[in-house]
């Protein structure tokens, strides 16, 4: 192990400098300050107090060299430890980045196999798709597992309302329980329910609660405090953080406006479905709630991103949205980039993407190279007109559609014109339909001898 710099200069001997100092003996001089190198591309360039001035050798960094570079690098830049050069299979500034779900290769721009959500190669998965488990992810889990290892029942992660027991079970959360983590832990409870199993009942009107005196949320056409939800009036008047006046000049009738999703003149009726706001008398939608739009809030958003609070909204007229998510274009959002796009990403207005997964092609990659192009999985076909490189034997034309003449026989045509690259025994000319003279020799024929065998024998 290398020691600090202070370390190695305390050495006064030579005896000193190779056991505490780790250094070898040909470098050994008057004093340990040249016979410590640390990890110096050249030794001779150490300084104790500038360090490794030539820089360090591949894998570490740093003033003295003395730290490794992070990740998965193969070398890194001496001053910060950012990789220049990463491991095979690995990406990033400090080569601690895999490619995304389901690509593999130096540059993520090869597809894994179907069930793989991770993969070194199409033969070889890292990790499988959600409810699948395999050498190849060939096999379902078990309908409570997640995720399973090595057997169906042997799950790893559960579904909801389960959890994992001795590393391998599913068990039912306890009763009311949506989701937890345990048999006394449960992270979620029905409506109405709190306490570590959910035992327990949240006070009068109110829905959700983390004990007998604090609600969270009131129910149906109840407001007021939210440690009580006793009143039919909307709270607008906040005093205090947790103390809101009542707004009830008769009786309960409310004169300021209802709540949101609520109409009325107690504001004990329900907007029509989807409105977030709407008249408190008439019910005209006002707003709708999130992933709705439409004159009455009765159609769907398209696939919009979301805000900062995860609402989906578009305009409450048009539909349309901001941005979208990956995945969508459209004015609405609401047309898929197409599944050959390499990066699940398309253009939000066009849905042109770049690149596409190889053997397709067309501004969206929704055009199909022909199969006919020469290992068309690995080679593909020109992005933008889908012209082949080259041909399967057999076939001919810019995107080799075209069969080569069955006078070629078994021999392959030029791409360019369907022209017999040579032509079987006993035949002759540019497409070989041309038949030798009986007289040519039938173990040696050529285009010469058959044309001048034809010419001094034309009626042979």
């Not at 941005?323 to 980039?337: I, K, N, P």
Request: charged share 20%.
């Amino acid at each position: 192990m290398f020691l600090l710099v202070d370390d190695c200069l305390q050495c006064k001997s030579k005896e000193e400098k190779i056991v505490h100092c780790n250094c070898s003996s040909e470098l050994l001089e008057a004093t340990c300050r040249d016979a410590c190198q640390f990890k110096c591309s050249n030794p001779e360039s150490f300084d104790p107090a500038d360090g490794c001035k030539n820089g360090c050798i591949p894998g570490w960094f740093g003033q003295y060299c003395n730290l490794s570079c992070p990740g998965m690098c193969s070398e890194c830049d001496k001053a910060t430890g950012r990789c220049a050069t990463c491991l095979l299979h690995w990406l990033g500034p400090y080569c601690n980045e895999t490619c995304p779900p389901g690509l593999y290769g130096d540059q993520c721009n090869k597809v894994c196999h179907i069930y793989c959500n991770r993969c070194l190669n199409q033969s070889y998965c890292i990790e499988c798709k959600k409810g699948r488990y395999g050498e190849m992810c060939q096999n379902l889990c078990h309908q409570d597992c997640v995720t399973c290892n090595d057997e169906p029942h042997k799950c790893t992660s559960c579904i909801r309302g389960k959890f994992l027991e001795n590393g391998s079970v599913c068990l039912n959360c306890p009763e009311n329980c949506v989701s937890c983590a345990g048999r006394d832990n449960c992270t979620e409870c029905q409506s109405g329910k709190y306490g570590p199993t959910c035992q327990m009942s949240c006070p009068s009107n109110c829905v959700t609660c983390t004990s007998s005196s604090q609600c969270h949320e009131c129910v149906p056409h109840r407001h007021g405090n939210l440690y009580q939800c006793n009143s039919k009036c909307r709270n607008i008047k906040r005093i205090s953080p947790n103390n809101i006046s009542q707004q009830c000049e008769t009786g309960e009738v409310c004169q300021k406006g209802c709540p949101p999703l609520k109409m009325g003149i107690y504001c004990n009726h329900s907007c029509s479905q989807n409105r977030y706001t709407c008249d408190q008398l008439t019910g005209a939608c006002f707003s709708c709630v999130s992933g709705f739009y439409g004159p009455t809030c009765n159609k769907t958003c398209g696939h919009c991103k979301p805000g900062s609070k995860g609402e989906i909204q578009c305009n409450k007229y048009t539909g349309k949205c901001a941005d979208c998510l990956s995945g969508w274009y459209g004015w609405r959002c609401d047309e898929a980039c197409s599944i050959a796009c390499r990066t699940i990403f398309c253009d939000k207005f066009t849905g042109t993407c770049e690149p596409c997964v190889t053997g397709f092609y067309g501004p969206r990659c929704t055009e199909e190279c022909n199969s006919n192009c020469y290992n068309v999985t690995m080679y593909g076909c020109d992005k933008l007109s889908g012209a082949c490189e080259l041909c399967s034997d057999g076939y001919f034309g810019l995107s080799c559609n075209e069969t080569c003449l069955e006078y070629c026989g078994e021999f392959p045509c030029r791409q360019q014109t369907g022209v017999c690259k040579k032509c079987p025994s006993g035949f002759y000319g540019d497409k070989c339909q041309k038949i030798c003279n009986q007289r040519c020799s039938s173990s040696n024929t050529t285009k010469d001898i058959c044309d001048r065998e034809w010419i001094l024998h034309p009626g042979m």
